[in-house]
């Protein structure tokens, strides 16, 4: 199977504190860790543990933590010829996560945003020949935008995590086969806390199907003919990070292999379940075997 993923790619600066800091407050940080991240580099990461043989569409600055990122991509098997080196800085992400797991992230965009279409059309071949595009919203909303066009062009499926959750064009949403938010994604798109109605929303624009990420409590998927609400596996939670992204990848290789879509939920989920066992986000994703092994442990 396939895939390219065009998104962001950056270094994460990950705090493990004892409570998430009310506004106004300071407090000391349990740990420190410096590790890969970017919603893109971590859903490339995943697919590529899973399987899947994945191309990196990306941007890094020109810098020592660009090197170390193009690096860590390349050790986990992804073509990176689709990375761009910018002269701006890497794009950064600071993250705070507290004892439950629950986590707080700012991101610093830089070369993140010298991503552009120029250079995405230079991999038009690349993403002819895959079966799914994967894009995220921490590039530029424009670059998105074409990307999905030139993909739908090439015939290529469509996968878009909005997040985080910015207006599209109407024009776009057709050209879309499945759109994962997570709850508060899908609240700011449609104006509503209700999940199926937000989702029927989505469908109303014309994306072909919405899987809406609910953390611990699984997920709820539509299409025009169906809905499924799917539970999660219960785990001991240690790290949220890069959870929603190891389920996007999950979900992907799934389909990919030929599984429907109950099954590619289920799948899913376990990638998602076992990557909160572990701090860091692309170092808690798992491999195929682990996800089989977990799964096995939990047949009905």
């Known amino acids: 199977m396939k895939a390219v993923v065009i998104g962001s790619i950056n270094m994460d600066f990950t705090m493990g504190v004892e409570h998430l800091p009310a506004k106004g407050e300071t407090i000391a940080a349990r740990s420190f860790k410096e590790s890969p991240g970017g919603k893109g580099a971590n859903q490339a990461a995943a697919?590529?543990?899973?399987?899947?043989?994945?191309?990196?569409?990306?941007?890094?600055?020109?810098?020592?933590?660009?090197?170390?990122?193009?690096?860590?991509?390349?050790?986990?098997?992804?073509?990176?010829?689709?990375?761009?080196?910018?002269?701006?800085?890497?794009?950064?992400?600071?993250?705070?996560?507290?004892?439950?797991?629950?986590?707080?992230?700012?991101?610093?965009?830089?070369?993140?945003?010298?991503?552009?279409?120029?250079?995405?059309?230079?991999?038009?071949?690349?993403?002819?020949?895959?079966?799914?595009?994967?894009?995220?919203?921490?590039?530029?909303?424009?670059?998105?935008?074409?990307?999905?066009?030139?993909?739908?062009?090439?015939?290529?499926?469509?996968?878009?995590?909005?997040?985080?959750?910015?207006?599209?064009?109407?024009?776009?949403?057709?050209?879309?086969?499945?759109?994962?938010?997570?709850?508060?994604e899908l609240a700011l798109l449609t104006g509503t806390d209700d999940i199926r109605a937000g989702a029927k929303q989505l469908l109303k624009k014309g994306v072909k199907a919405v899987v809406v990420t609910l953390g611990d409590k699984g997920c709820f998927y539509a299409d025009h003919d169906k809905e499924i609400t799917m539970e999660g596996f219960e785990v001991k939670a240690v790290d949220s990070t890069a959870a929603g992204d190891a389920f996007i990848a999950g979900l992907t290789v799934s389909l990919g292999y030929g599984d429907d879509i109950k099954a590619a939920i289920r799948f899913a989920n376990a990638v998602g379940a076992l990557t909160v066992t572990k701090a860091g986000a692309q170092d808690s994703i798992p491999v195929y075997k682990e996800v089989e092994d977990f799964l096995r442990r939990h047949e009905k």
């Open 47 to 184: 697919l590529s543990r899973l399987g899947a043989d994945v191309m990196m569409i990306g941007a890094v600055g020109r810098d020592g933590m660009g090197e170390i990122l193009i690096r860590s991509l390349a050790r986990e098997g992804i073509d990176t010829s689709g990375v761009k080196v910018a002269d701006a800085s890497t794009g950064n992400a600071f993250i705070s996560v507290d004892e439950a797991g629950n986590n707080t992230i700012v991101v610093y965009p830089g070369a993140n945003y010298e991503l552009n279409m120029d250079w995405v059309e230079s991999f038009k071949e690349h993403i002819q020949v895959s079966d799914f595009v994967i894009l995220q919203m921490e590039i530029a909303v424009d670059t998105v935008v074409k990307s999905i066009e030139m993909a739908r062009k090439q015939g290529t499926r469509v996968i878009l995590n909005p997040a985080p959750a910015r207006p599209l064009p109407d024009h776009v949403y057709p050209m879309i086969d499945i759109i994962i938010p997570n709850e508060t």
